[in-house]
Nanobody, 117 residues
Framework: QVQLVESGGGLVQAGGSLRLSCAAS??????MGWFRQAPGKEREFLAA????????NYADSVKGRFTISRDNAKNTVYLQMNSLKPEDTAVYYC????????????WGQGTQVTVSS
């Protein structure tokens, strides 16, 4: 089992920045991802990072504005979000895959990010 707890959401003005954190506990996770879901929309992949390999990938919608990173000593993954736009308003989730399938299976409770214009 893997437990994930997000933090760092809040209200920010357009153009501002926020850093989200996701603390993981339980079994070792080898990849972590960030997703978001806006009202009335499907959950959207944002970014992922391998736990040991330093490999990252991003959705085109956030490339150049968002940065995913991790601190292995703290078992924590971060999402630095810069140049925020009102359309970035959503609930943000971190997730970890089931190692047997590779599909994202473990999810945090989500943290609300609201960007005002």
């Amino acid at each position: 089992q893997v437990q994930l707890v997000e933090s760092g959401g809040g209200l920010v003005q357009a153009g501002g920045s926020l850093r989200l954190s996701c603390a993981a506990s339980g079994r070792t996770v080898y990849r972590m991802g960030w997703f978001r879901q806006a009202p009335g929309k499907e959950r959207e992949f944002l970014a992922a990072i391998t736990w040991l390999g330093f490999n990252t990938n991003y959705a085109d919608s956030v490339k150049g504005r968002f940065t995913i990173s991790r601190d292995n000593a703290k078992n924590t993954v971060y999402l630095q979000m810069n140049s925020l736009k009102p359309e970035d308003t959503a609930v943000y989730y971190c997730a970890a895959p089931d190692p047997s399938t590779g599909a994202y299976h473990y999810w945090g409770q989500g943290t609300q990010v609201t960007v005002s214009s």
